[in-house]
């Protein structure tokens, strides 16, 4: 077999076989394939596309290229979320301890931030002592206490598709449903949950910009699902605007603790509660409806707070913060930004102030930079809100002074105004089951 012959194959619009996609995975693994002529096929992938056939057994064989993480102690109750990546996206840290505290089993690898995207391990970080990088036995003797733990993407996860990943990242490949789709779910397959809802954020803040490729992508992640015996559901979400009012780390887990405090943030709880409950119904068997009270009950009563707090502290973070939000420590800047004329915010450019916030210091553009959990943006106005010159829309939390102009101006350049208000669009455009 010839990895030639079958770029030539694909190049030409032919489905690959299951042992050419094994040989050609297989031969990147172990460098007997050279990066060349892998780059040539994944360019012939992105404008040929592949059926549900190819795209199952790439995923399946990215998946078993590494480490399968073993969770059959815990019988079918397994869950895990999976977001595509959005600005102020810290819904792990609310779904997590609302699962566990009715019954299901959140163990759960996540991965850091880079660019404009926000990461849940990045986000956990910012809390003092937390450790994301417990042994597996650890990760597992916590998960039978508390019923939830959330760690780093272990290096022997997938490893076929971090190679495969890094190469497109260079190649303007990134951007093909069947690499995307067999990518995330080679991933999550491997954790091993048995019960799976991912969250596809379309917008101007997501990877995806439009509902019909949103719906083609949770379809195609769906069908690998089901093919490989898992339940498994799809939440196709707005990212036309960020989510919720915080966009950096320890802010974004203090507007996550607001929300278990049952604190109205109404987007925010919106689309967290329908993730829940879609895994709340996946595992138990209950309805959506029953699903979405049993949700409302453990915030109002209190319970997912004290499930948070106890995977919080079991972790090794101090869980003082959840009531002196200080110990999180706080920037040297706090700059206010103010409206330039009346009217109403008409839009927002998510992935622009996703930068902002990055360029404040929340975020990073290669794996390698440091953040500084404390900066970031909090929002005081949103998509829609009517506002009045020099009313404050922004507050910029940063100790790197000399990139406050340069913030502003990216700010400015992501939101629009308008004299009239803006037709609402949907929260969530849709569940694929």
């Not at 792990?92 to 566990?100: R, Y």
Request: aromatic share 6%.
């Amino acid at each position: 077999m010839r990895l030639y012959d079958i770029i030539e194959k694909k190049r030409d619009g032919f489905e690959l076989s299951d042992e050419e996609i094994k040989f050609f995975i297989g031969g990147y693994v172990d460098g007997t394939v050279p990066e060349y002529q892998i780059s040539a096929l994944l360019m012939a992938i992105f404008f040929r596309g592949m059926n549900d056939r190819e795209i199952t057994t790439l995923t399946h064989t990215m998946m078993h290229s590494g480490d399968i993480v073993d969770l059959s102690e815990f019988g079918s109750v397994t869950v895990d979320k999976h977001s595509t990546g959005g600005v102020g996206d810290k819904t792990s840290l609310i779904v997590a301890p609302i699962v566990a505290s009715l019954g299901g089993i959140m163990a759960k690898m996540s991965g850091r931030g880079l660019g404009h995207t926000g990461g849940t391990v990045d986000k956990l970080e910012s809390i003092p002592g937390f450790d994301t990088g417990i042994s597996s036995e650890a990760f597992l003797e916590q998960v039978r206490k508390v019923g939830v733990a959330v760690i780093g993407s272990t290096k022997n996860l997938a490893p076929a598709d971090k190679k495969l990943y890094a190469l497109r990242d260079v190649t303007a490949t990134v951007n093909s449903i069947p690499l995307i789709a067999s990518s995330i779910m080679s991933k999550k397959l491997a954790a091993g949950a048995h019960n799976i809802v991912l969250d596809v954020k379309i917008g101007s803040g997501a990877f995806l910009k439009d509902e019909e490729e949103g719906r083609l992508l949770a379809e195609k992640m769906v069908n690998i699902g089901k093919n490989s015996g898992r339940n498994i559901a799809a939440v196709i979400t707005d990212m036309d605007r960020p989510l919720g009012f915080a966009v950096g780390n320890s802010v974004e887990v203090l507007e996550a603790v607001s929300v278990l405090k049952c604190e109205k943030i109404d987007d925010l709880y919106t689309v967290c509660k329908a993730l829940a409950s879609n895994l709340l119904s996946l595992c138990h068997g209950w309805s959506i409806e029953e699903s979405e009270a049993k949700v409302d009950e453990v915030i109002k009563n209190g319970t997912a707070l004290e499930t948070f707090k106890n995977w919080i502290s079991a972790q090794g973070g101090d869980i003082s913060f959840v009531d002196e939000p200080s110990v999180l420590g706080k920037t040297d800047f706090e700059i206010e930004i103010t409206a330039q004329q009346d009217g109403y915010i008409s839009g927002m450019d998510a992935a622009m102030i996703g930068k902002t916030a990055s360029v404040l210091g929340a975020g990073r553009e290669t794996l390698d930079d440091v953040i500084d959990h404390t900066a970031g943006i909090i929002l005081k106005k949103k998509t829609g809100d009517a506002v009045k010159k020099g009313e404050v829309i922004a507050v910029f939390l940063t100790s790197k002074e000399d990139k406050i102009e340069t913030a502003k101006n990216m700010f400015a350049s992501a939101v629009e105004f308008s004299t009239e208000k803006p037709k609402d669009k949907p929260l969530i455009y849709g569940i694929v089951k």
